[in-house]
């Protein structure tokens, strides 16, 4: 395998300004969010003081705003490479990696997940049986999203080592790897590592280009526009993560979410718990001591890893800034402590709830959506082959709902999480007689930088509509996906129908569709609750749904821009006007009506509390809660 990775090699350079760091005071957070609009990288901060990498021109640019700079490094990358030679090269690293794969087949699967650059990026998975998918709770731990940042290359491969030599000898080590799937990825950017540059071969920040709460930042063109985050994606479809860990080297903390927003997502208690204990296993010297920080706290950042694993997969996910000392000594103290934490994760990670979802006819697992509710929690998915999922929770009292396309939600009340182990369930769910799809997933999310009073949450656009909603703000962007395996297809009449969250005043936006999130569509432009049809473009089916805020509605925060309370379609070959239903909609009336054939008794009545076929003047099905 080492003869063909290193036969792919093919260096390549570019021409780019000669990058500094430099030193500015800032005075309010207002600053941060300033710097951040200007497009430049920020890389630490420490109290008043922020550190970003920038050249001639942006330090120009700083002045002309009143910033006083200080230059750190004139040559940012000279002082890089100097510290990169005591680390592993890129082909040093191909070569220990295949040589640990070839040493231990029996529980290593080292993959070629793509490309960055022309360069590869692999992935080891380690595991009792690694070349089938298993009902486990799955890890990731991600290094070098930053090619110059070699520390954290160096504590991925120490984790391999350590976790494949102690397998036959520490019985802890044993049962972790037979009972957890755990995949390590040493080098993310692979062009950056080779390169020994922080940006990747299109001079593209990797940590600024995820797809939740994108703002261009790193020079990110759109969200997920670069190939290794799109890979980092597929990879947490597949593979169902309940923790992520990525290494960069800043400074000694344990950044925590959000790095977008002030405010604590549902989960943060339990967040911020585990942030503290994996600081207190890295006790020792001030080398290696890490301490547990806010990400927003820290500084803001758009378009993050951690927020974006979190954000759409529901994935517990963190970012391990160390130091990145030239000594050997202290390499070695930092990738032992973090060790230390890595395992004490390892260990916990199964505390919770431990489920499983099939249908209740065929017993065949289906992919869903596991909400959770009262006390609210962020949503999480299952495998979407297995059908199983974990979703990590302190101990307590949890009520749950569950929705798949084609199938009734489900609700699941007062489930009991000890604090020693997990609580494990098996959910039947029940195939609906005329099926419906919804927003399943989203796929990325713009927003606004100035929308800190902002407090809706995305997870509350998924689903079927509840009257639960998320404002896009002005100018905001969403891009939801629905179930591939049950599209939105053209059929005969209105397709799809977006559903406006009330918040008293109706507001317009624009709507696309794609197959292939590369060809968009233009749909027709929305006044609150409304349907559209695929038969103005050229798509016979769709994936994907963009919802565009085009700043004509309310302004006033939180509920900026467009209410978006859900989409659904109906699924199959069943068509709204195939079976005559037609939607009325004014400014109090929302129902479907069944009109049904030369039916004489016609009835329209005012549902308060949902939508219902009516036929004959009788409710025949409940097909949707929907608030009047």
């Not at 970003?52 to 009143?66: F, K, S, V």
């Not at 002082?79 to 005591?86: G, V």
């Not at 080592?161 to 692979?190: A, F, G, T, V």
């Not at 000890?418 to 713009?446: C, H, M, N």
Request: with cysteine; glycine share 6%; net charge negative.
């Amino acid at each position: 395998m080492k003869n063909r990775i290193l036969g792919l090699f093919f260096i390549f350079t570019l021409t780019f300004a000669t990058e500094k760091l430099v030193e500015l005071r800032i005075f309010s957070r207002n600053d941060i969010s300033k710097i951040l609009k200007e497009g430049f990288t920020i890389t630490d901060r420490k109290n008043d003081f922020l550190y970003i990498l920038t050249d001639e021109e942006g330090i120009l640019r700083l002045r002309n705003l009143g910033y006083l700079v200080r230059v750190i490094y004139e040559d940012y990358q000279i002082e890089m490479e100097k510290i990169s030679l005591q680390y592993p090269s890129f082909e040093e690293v191909l070569y220990q990696l295949d040589s640990l794969a070839r040493r231990f087949p029996e529980i290593t699967k080292l993959e070629t997940l793509g490309y960055s650059g022309n360069y590869p990026i692999l992935a080891m998975k380690i595991t009792d049986n690694p070349l089938r998918e298993e009902e486990e709770p799955e890890i990731k731990i991600t290094g070098s999203h930053h090619g110059n940042e070699k520390i954290s290359t160096a504590i991925c491969l120490y984790y391999i080592k350590r976790l494949l030599n102690e397998y036959y000898e520490n019985p802890l080590i044993n049962y972790l790897i037979n009972e957890r799937e755990i995949w390590i990825i040493p080098i993310l950017n692979s062009y950056g590592y080779v390169m020994n540059r922080r940006y990747n071969n299109n001079n593209v920040d990797l940590n600024r280009d995820y797809g939740y709460m994108w703002y261009g930042s790193g020079n990110s063109p759109f969200p997920l526009s670069q190939n290794e985050t799109r890979i980092m994606r597929e990879l947490s479809i597949n593979n169902n993560f309940s923790f992520s860990y990525d290494y960069h080297s800043a400074a000694s903390y344990v950044n925590y979410l959000w790095d977008f927003h002030p405010k604590d997502p549902p989960d943060s208690n339990y967040i911020i718990y585990l942030s503290q204990r994996y600081a207190d296993s890295t006790y020792g010297s001030s080398t290696t001591r890490l301490i547990p920080i806010n990400g927003y706290d820290w500084y803001e950042v758009r378009g993050s890893s951690q927020d974006y694993l979190f954000g759409i997969f529901g994935t517990l996910s963190w970012t391990i800034e160390t130091q990145q000392p030239t000594s050997q000594a202290k390499i070695d103290s930092i990738c032992l402590v973090n060790y230390r934490a890595f395992i004490d994760i390892l260990t916990i990670m199964k505390k919770g709830i431990v489920g499983k979802v099939i249908d209740s006819i065929t017993n065949e697992p289906i992919p869903a959506l596991i909400t959770f509710y009262s006390p609210k929690r962020w949503h999480i998915y299952n495998d979407p082959y297995l059908g199983d999922f974990y979703k990590g929770l302190k101990e307590g009292e949890y009520n749950m709902k569950v929705f798949a396309s084609g199938y009734y939600p489900k609700i699941m009340e007062n489930i009991i999480v000890s604090p020693d182990t997990a609580t494990e369930i098996l959910i039947k769910l029940l195939p609906q007689e005329i099926p419906i799809g919804f927003g399943y997933r989203i796929y990325y999310v713009k927003r606004t930088a100035e929308d800190e009073a902002n407090q809706t949450l995305t997870t509350d656009c998924l689903g079927l509509p509840d009257s639960l909603f998320y404002s896009l703000c002005f100018g905001g962007e969403i891009v939801l996906e629905v179930d591939k395996r049950k599209p939105i297809k053209d059929l005969e009449g209105i397709d799809f129908i977006v559903y406006e969250g009330d918040d008293g005043i109706p507001e317009n936006y624009d709507c696309y569709v794609s197959l292939d999130l590369i060809n968009w569509y233009y749909c027709g432009r929305g006044l609150g609750t409304q349907g559209f049809d695929l038969n103005i473009t050229p798509l016979d089916s769709a994936y994907y749904i963009k919802i565009i805020d085009i700043n004509s509605g309310s302004n006033n925060l939180p509920y900026a821009g467009f209410d978006l309370d859900a989409i659904i379609y109906y699924i199959g070959e069943v068509s709204i006007s195939e079976n005559n239903i037609y939607k009325k909609i004014d400014d109090k009336l929302r129902i479907f009506n069944y009109l049904g054939q030369n039916i004489s008794n016609r009835k329209i009545e005012k549902l308060k509390k949902g939508i219902y076929f009516i036929k004959n003047g009788e409710k025949i099905r409940k097909i949707v809660k929907i608030k009047d």
